[in-house]
Each structure stands twice: as C-alpha cells, then as structure tokens.
Nanobody, 128 residues
Framework: EVQLQASGGGLVQAGGSLRVSCVVSGFTGDSYTVGWFRQAPGREREAVSCITQSNGRTYYATSVKGRFTISRDNAKHLAFLQMNSLKPDDTAVYYC?????????????????????WGQGTLVTVSS
C-alpha cells in the first residue's frame, strides 16, 4: 500500500524560508514521481513542483520558480520542498502526491489528475 506523509508546515514571515517534507512508502525502488500541490482557501488546488525520483528531473510552476527548490533522498524515501522568499500569496495547505506512471519535465505542466496517491496536507502560513 502506497502512503505519503507530509510535514514541516508552519507560520513564517514574508521573506522567510520553510522546508516541507514528504515520506513516501509502498513503492518498489525509486521508480515514481513526487509532486507538490497547494490549495488556498476558496481557490483550486494548484501544482507547485514535481521530481522524478529515479532521474531527479524537476518541474516548477512559474509562480514559484527561482524561490522554491524540490529535492529527494531516495535512500530515505523522502522528497523535500525548500521554500525561500515566501510571500503571503504562498499561504496554503501543501499536499504531496505520487505516481509510478509519470515523469517530470521542466517544460511539461503537471496536474492533480496525473497523481494517484496523496498524503494529507501541511499548512503553510506566510504573514505580511
């Protein structure tokens, strides 16, 4: 059974940094992709970033490019999202998701529909 557990959310001031983590279990080896999505109150869930565990290829949404960095630790089945220069607009519940039949590409947008497995969210609040 595939399970994901996100953690690391919290309250941070604008301009600050925060790192959220996602533990992934249940996949065989590292042939899967982890995506980060976020959903703010009253807004649709939006894609933030993804990383393919086997080759490290990544994708970033335009809104976070240059500020957020996604990484992975395959040995520990972890994916991280380092968020720098945070803005109040980054306030949202952040979700990690995973799928085995998906590969990240910097030129290809991702969608929540692409991912089969989801973890619970972790709340990130950025104060102004």
């Amino acid at each position: 059974e595939v399970q994901l557990q996100a953690s690391g959310g919290g309250l941070v001031q604008a301009g600050g940094s925060l790192r959220v983590s996602c533990v992934v279990s249940g996949f065989t080896g590292d042939s899967y992709t982890v995506g980060w999505f976020r959903q703010a109150p009253g807004r649709e869930r939006e894609a933030v970033s993804c990383i393919t565990q086997s080759n490290g290829r990544t994708y970033y949404a335009t809104s976070v490019k240059g500020r957020f960095t996604i990484s992975r630790d395959n040995a520990k089945h972890l994916a991280f999202l380092q968020m720098n220069s945070l803005k109040p607009d980054d306030t949202a519940v952040y979700y990690c998701a995973a799928d085995a039949d998906l590969y990240c590409d910097s030129e290809s947008e991702i969608s929540a529909r692409d991912f089969t497995f989801w973890g619970q969210g972790t709340l990130v609040t950025v104060s102004s």
